[in-house]
């Protein structure tokens, strides 16, 4: 099974809001590139395919943390929907915003060449988490857990305040689990 196949499956079973429908119709259209986007121009993921791969490893982690004694013991505890679409959609943000150009470097023997290379170019520059929440909601409602989960993801490696963060983390606890999902996914099965 491919990743797309995969993340369609995961979707179709598990999302079944008033809307999910048409944004998956969306995901797969001409007018996004979710499926092929990198998730980053040079850190985690900065591949074709690499954003798909990330919200596919972000779900398994985040599946596998809820599933560990110490998050039931926190009661963390949540409908596989909205678990599939706090970590499936969480960086939709990502989408159209990664362009490849070529830069020049040196090669081994001194000389230069040109080499391919992702450019971030967003025409909607509405932030990180909030621009994913915005897209969603055009499409189907979110929870206010939800959508706190989605805003937040980046914990405190965002560009936030440090007691804004603290504060949502404090208050709305699938945030700090997504972030847990999200930095283990980035940083531990993707690496650099």
């Keep these: 099974m491919t990743n ?3 993340f369609i499956e995961i979707y179709k079973a598990n999302i079944n809001r008033e809307g999910a429908d048409k944004l998956l119709e969306y995901l797969m259209s001409k007018n996004s590139d ?9 850190y985690h993921n900065a591949f074709e395919g690499g954003l798909l791969e990330h919200s596919l490893n ?5 599946k ?6 110490r998050a039931k013991e926190f009661g963390l505890e949540f409908s596989d929907e909205t678990i599939a679409i706090v970590s499936l959609l969480h960086d939709i943000c990502k989408v159209n915003v990664y362009k490849v150009s070529t830069r020049n470097v040196k090669n081994p023997d001194g000389v230069w060449i040109q080499v391919p290379y992702y450019e971030y170019d967003d025409n909607l520059p509405y932030g990180h ?3 994913s929440v915005y897209i969603i909601s055009g499409f189907m409602k979110l929870t206010r857990e939800e959508a706190f989960a989605i805003r937040y993801h980046m914990g405190f490696s965002g560009e936030e305040g440090k007691g804004i963060v603290g504060n949502a983390l404090d208050k709305f606890h699938l945030a700090l689990a997504v972030n847990i999902a999200d ?9 650099k």
């Design 4 to 6: 797309k196949e995969r």
């Design 34 to 42: 979710f499926f092929t986007a990198p998730a980053s121009t040079r």
């Design 58 to 62: 972000v779900y398994d982690c985040l």
């Design 64 to 69: 596998s943390y809820l599933e560990t004694d």
């Design 129 to 131: 988490g909030e621009k």
């Design 183 to 191: 930095m283990e996914a980035s940083f531990l099965v993707e690496g």
